[in-house]
């Protein structure tokens, strides 16, 4: 163990030493001298192995309209289970008929038929 100032001296006459200050409200005060370059290069492969040991999450889409059957929703129900049985997370999406949901800025209107 050294003193502060024995640290930032020996760091400061090796130039390729830096000196490392502990956070302030660590009791006893502590200075590392460390080679800079090596320390971020460590600390960059890190966390590179995190990022790499992380999982990544997938979203998996389900859509299903008004007049989707009993026997096409139970298998699409199925179809997410096992999504999230993988680990998965599912987005239902329910699609609504022209009257109800018109495009919007494109134009056109509703077809005839669902205008009543």
């Known amino acids: 163990m050294l003193r502060v100032q024995q640290a930032l001296r020996i760091a400061n006459d090796q130039k390729s030493l830096t000196s490392w200050r502990s956070p302030p409200n660590v009791n ?14 460590q600390l960059k492969k890190k966390q590179k192995e995190q990022k790499a040991k992380s999982v990544k999450v997938v979203v998996k889409e ?6 989707t059957d009993d026997h096409d929703y139970n298998f699409k129900l ?10 998965s997370k599912v987005k239902a999406l329910r699609l609504l008929p022209w009257s109800i949901h018109p495009l919007q800025g494109s134009g056109r209107s509703a077809p005839p038929a669902l205008r009543k």
Request: with cysteine; proline share 10%; hydrophobic share 35%.
């Open 28 to 41: 006893p005060p502590v200075c590392r001298v460390v080679d800079y370059q090596k320390f971020i290069f």
């Open 62 to 67: 389900i859509r299903s309209g008004p007049q």
């Open 78 to 87: 199925k179809h997410a289970k096992g999504f999230l049985s993988e680990g």
